[in-house]
């Protein structure tokens, strides 16, 4: 099972950048799929799921109405559209795979528990989002 992140780049502010996640190993719409990122020196923030199945999506409110999460079936790829991106948005970004099914409950997503790395147990390999002027 592999996941491979990609698509990240140098993007003006309020400039945008859509992620891709390619699955090998397994099929997209069978696992919960997250991104998360990480700024220097800041904790892992989890900040958008699709949910596997019936692909109900979430966003971290600090991304909510500027970041698109979908879902490509026959291309076995997750994407993350983010538009009117802000310096803040900067991090390394990652796509994560829960595989053992932890996130079924819908109080895994009511409670935001889909936000919390550890219920992930695939990960890509990361990728750089700089926005700056």
């Known amino acids: 099972v592999q996941l491979q992140a990609s698509g990240g780049g140098l993007v003006q502010p309020g400039g945008s950048l859509r992620l891709s996640c390619t699955a090998s190993?397994?099929?997209?719409?069978?696992?919960?799929i997250a991104w998360f990122r990480q700024a220097p020196g800041k904790e892992s923030e989890g900040i958008s799921c699709?949910?596997?199945?019936?692909?109900?999506?979430y966003y971290a409110d600090s991304v909510k109405g500027r970041f698109t999460i979908s879902r490509n079936n026959a291309k076995n790829t997750v994407y993350l559209q983010m538009n009117s991106l802000k310096p803040e948005d900067t991090a390394v970004y990652y796509c994560?795979?829960?595989?053992?099914?932890?996130?079924?409950?819908?109080?895994?997503?009511?409670?935001?528990?889909?936000?919390?790395?550890?219920?992930?147990?695939?990960w890509g390999q990361g990728t750089q989002v700089t926005v700056s002027s």
């Open positions: 190993g397994f099929t997209v719409d069978d696992y919960t």
């Open positions: 994560a795979a829960d595989s053992q099914g932890v996130l079924r409950a819908p109080t895994s997503y009511s409670l935001g528990i889909w936000r919390k790395s550890w219920e992930y147990d695939y």
């Open positions: 699709i949910r596997n199945g019936e692909g109900s999506t």
